[in-house]
């Protein structure tokens, strides 16, 4: 079992910043591949960004190619994602999730483990 804790939502203005960070308990971290997904208001979770269990490979949603990135610091158990230029087409609820897995899969069906989520709210 894996629990995830995310942190760093809020409300911010659109063009804005924000860091979400979310922390791993309950397996080696190093053993998983950890991703960031979102839910907007009457809409599907969709994929933001992945990264593989070594750091070595990501992925981005086109959407948010070149304003967020993801990042993991093995020896903290937590993977961050820094949101930057923010849209109000970013506001979602953000989820953490996590899977056992030296790959980083673009199915959302893949990933077993899942965190309560964080709002996040882009004002204009």
């Known amino acids: 079992q894996v629990m995830l804790a995310e942190s760093g939502g809020g409300l911010v203005q659109a063009g804005g910043s924000l860091t979400l960070s979310c922390t791993a308990s309950?397996?080696?971290?190093?053993?998983?591949?950890m991703g960031w997904f979102r839910q907007a208001p009457g809409k599907g979770r969709q994929i933001v960004a992945l990264?593989?269990?070594?750091?070595?490979?990501?992925y981005y949603t086109d959407s948010v190619k070149g304003r967020f990135t993801i990042s993991r610091d093995n020896a903290k158990n937590t993977v961050a994602l820094q949101m930057n230029n923010l849209q109000r087409e970013d506001t979602a609820i953000y989820y953490c999730?996590?899977?056992?897995?030296?790959?980083?899969?673009?199915?959302?069906?893949?990933?077993?483990?899942w965190g309560q989520g964080t709002q996040v709210t882009v004002s204009s």
């Open positions: 999730a996590a899977e056992v897995t030296p790959y980083i899969y673009t199915e959302i069906e893949f990933w077993t483990f």
């Open positions: 309950g397996r080696t971290f190093d053993s998983l591949a």
């Open positions: 990264i593989s269990r070594d750091g070595l490979n990501t």
